[in-house]
């Protein structure tokens, strides 16, 4: 049976098209921020600011192999992060670049996760390609099926930074304090 409207819980405190767009802007620039500092690590070793360049690498050491034979050069260097990774921050990049041509920014409803899984195929397809030596995939291939994966994320991490944008933390906060309570 409907609940009456008394009974109507607000997924959002409002916020408007601001906060949208400012939680939109934070995520383009994260992308671009990451993509900067990956490029930073680089030309600081090629430049000999060897503490700059390993307190970077060593930051995204933490999610990338960085396997040399498998990274883009600059400089004469490696990059902080494998061709795939790379692929992945470009996408987030672009596709957080894109995003607002595509899909209204105030949404906070992220598409069905099939299109995130179907977006991880490729990725899968051809590391499991060059994992069991069926075909020798490439820089290129690495970068192209990881530039998928990271351009259909944006469609999930955006709606988030959006709803999190106009409920804030104070409401997360009060969500966990009261289910913690209510637990016990």
């Not at 930051?59 to 260097?77: D, I």
């Not at 469609?155 to 104070?170: A, I």
Request: glycine letters at 12%; a positive charge.
């Amino acid at each position: 049976m409907p609940l009456s409207i008394a009974h109507y819980v607000p997924q959002s405190s409002g916020g408007g098209r601001g906060r949208a767009l400012a939680a939109w802007g934070v995520a383009l620039a994260v992308a671009v921020g990451l993509l900067a500092l990956i490029a930073l690590a680089t030309l600081a070793e090629a430049r000999g600011y060897v503490a700059l360049s390993s307190m970077l690498r060593r930051a995204f050491g933490v999610v990338c192999h960085q396997m040399p034979e498998r990274s883009f050069y600059l400089a004469g260097h490696p990059l902080a992060v494998c061709a795939r990774c790379l692929g992945i921050y470009v996408g987030l990049g672009a596709g957080a670049l894109a995003y607002p041509l595509v899909r209204a920014v105030g949404r906070t409803d992220a598409p069905a996760r099939g299109w995130l899984f179907a977006a991880a195929i490729p990725t899968a397809v051809d590391f499991a390609l060059g994992f069991s030596g069926v075909w020798e995939n490439t820089h290129l291939s690495r970068l192209l099926t990881g530039a998928v994966l990271g351009a259909v994320a944006v469609f999930y991490v955006v709606p988030g930074m959006v709803d999190l944008s106009r409920t804030g933390w104070r409401q997360i906060y009060k969500s966990r304090s009261f289910d913690e309570r209510t637990a016990s």
